[in-house]
Structures are given as C-alpha cells and as structure tokens.
C-alpha cells in the first residue's frame, strides 16, 4: 500500500453479466504499473477516470466486484472505495485469492462484503516507495505522514469492523509493519466481512458465473448454423466463418466443421466449446 501522490491507474475489466447485474474484475496491481509500461511499451490503459466514467455507464441494479490484487496505490484503493460506495446500486464485494493492502480497502466500499472461504487478506502500515538520498528531516516529515495516514486507515477500518482501535494496529503492527494474512474465517470474525462463500455453490447468485451464457448464445448458433444448412445470422457468421460464406462459396470442409461444432456444442463443457470455437475459427 503505497501512497505516491501521482495519479494511479487501476487493472480492471468491466462487464454486463445481465440486464440488471453488472460485474467488475479488479486483479493485479492497484495504480499504475511501471514495470509493465517498461516491458511492454505501453502506458497502463485503465485509469480511474476511466473506471469512474465506467461506473457512470453502469445503469444495473446490482454491481459485483471481484477482487483479486496484491494491493498497490492506495490513493487508488481510496478513490475507487468511495466511487462504488457513492453508486446508487447494491455493490457486492467478492474477495478471492491474495488480497492485500490497497485491494482490502476496495473491498470495504461493498454493501455486502464477501470472501472466498478459499481467500486470504492482508492489512498492513502504510508504506512509501522512494529513491535517492534521504536526510533526518525529510524521513521525519515522512513518518509523521505515516502516522497520519495509519490513523484515518485504522478509523476506517475500524468503522467497518468489529474490532477496537488499537486491535486494528496491532494487526498492522504484525511482521514488522507488513501485516500477516488472514482467513476468511479470521476476517468473519473480525468485521472485515459480512460473510463467506463457496465459489461452487450455483444457488449463489452473487458468484460471477463467468462467460456461461455467452458460451451457451455461442451453442445455440452453433445448433442453429447446422440446422439452417449454414444460413445463420449474418453477425456470427461474419465473426466466426469469413464472407465467404455468406457469398455461397461454402467449402464442404467449413461444412462439416459446423456440423462437428454443433456436435461438440452438445456435449462438451462450456470452456470447451468456447476455445473449440476460437480453434476452428484459426483453423478453418
């Protein structure tokens, strides 16, 4: 959890589950990743403006955010808490896997707070990132930074929560300052969320089922393209197929590929059929 004053952009990608659902998936790092720039030569594309103009589309009744990150900026995590805390929709908070620092402010900002009875969190004191030369005076205004920071942190979560104060600071205080990771079970207990859930459980409708009815559209073309004798619509078509057969130059080996997608359609489970229809469509 750092706090570099810069403008941070966050890792996020933003769907439409259904018409009255919405889901948001936050993994890696929170804020601007500069490694990543450096490697690939490409600024960070999501920012927080983006998220917030994002939001601002998102006209579902109920949105659920998965949170998947090893923290980062926590200029970022504060921004991003009070922008889905100040939605007029139910926020969901589903924390999954490793979430720490930044990510577990994030998941603070939901109406209900969930976590993966799989998942771990981590809190911990507010930390700086610097290079070059530092003298007393410039590390003594740095800790009183700290302190003022660390101080609002521990109110906020101790808002959230059902621990004091100083039982908040001393969680932080584990590890040298760097915190220990907890399980959901020590997070239930502790406040930081108001239940836990099983990733399997299907009654469970705020589990983001992924892409299972996209998969299931994709199966019913499929069915459809067979039956039709390759008339389907011309969008799927266009998307899976090429032009040409839309044109009647039909090969009978493009033929019989959808025959034999329809029959995996039926069959197979729906990640299946999702990269079988990407791998025919590299292949044909």
Known sequence: MNTNGAYRPLNFNIKNAADDT???DIDGFIGRDIFEEWMTGKPSPNTVENLKNKLREITAKKVIVNINSPGGDLNDGLVIMEMLQSKSAEVVTNIQGFSASAATVIGQAGTTRRMSE???MLIHRVMFGFCGYLN???MYDMIQDAEVI???LIKMYRKQSSLKEDEIADLMDEGGGYGRWITAEDALEFGFIDEIYD???ESDEDVDRLEGEDVENMKRNVRELAIQGMKGSEEFVNAFFGKELQSGKVTEKKSN?????QEEADSAGEARTRNLIIKQKLEV
Do not use: R, S, W, Y
Request: net charge negative; proline share 5%; no cysteine.
């Open 257 to 261: 590929k959808v025959k034999e997608l």
């Open 118 to 120: 799989n998942a771990f």
């Open 199 to 201: 990733p399997a459980d």
């Open 136 to 138: 007393q005076n410039t």
């Open 22 to 24: 919405a889901v948001i």
């Open 150 to 152: 660390d101080t609002q």
